[in-house]
Nanobody, 116 residues
Framework: QVQLVESGGGLVQPGGSLRLSCVVS????????IAWFRQAPNKEREGVSC????????HYIDSVKGRFTVSRDNTKNMLYLQMNNLTPADTAVYYC?????????WGQGTQVTVSS
């Protein structure tokens, strides 16, 4: 059984930081591309960042470039998303994702709320 479980969300003030973690079980993570998505209230889910499994390159949407850092630890089957200088626009439920060919696995999400 494949499971992805996120943690690290919470309430933070604007300008603050959070580090999201995602523990993956049931698949060998090093064979999968990984990504973080988010879904804000009344908005569609959007991809935030990903790591290409073929060359290890990282990609970010423009609104988080320079503030978010995605990483993975294949030895621990873990994904991370370091989020700095958070703004209210970053408020959303954040989901981790592992994908390969036709396989696509999701976590249950963790809430991030940025508010003063």
């Amino acid at each position: 059984q494949v499971q992805l479980v996120e943690s690290g969300g919470g309430l933070v003030q604007p300008g603050g930081s959070l580090r999201l973690s995602c523990v993956v079980s049931g698949i060998p993570l090093d064979y999968y591309a990984i990504a973080w998505f988010r879904q804000a209230p009344n908005k569609e889910r959007e991809g935030v960042s990903c790591i290409d499994n073929t060359d290890g390159s990282t990609h970010y949407i423009d609104s988080v470039k320079g503030r978010f850092t995605v990483s993975r630890d294949n030895t621990k089957n873990m994904l991370y998303l370091q989020m700095n200088n958070l703004t209210p626009a970053d408020t959303a439920v954040y989901y981790c994702n592992a994908n390969k060919e036709h396989l696509d696995y999701w976590g249950q999400g963790t809430q991030v709320t940025v508010s003063s």
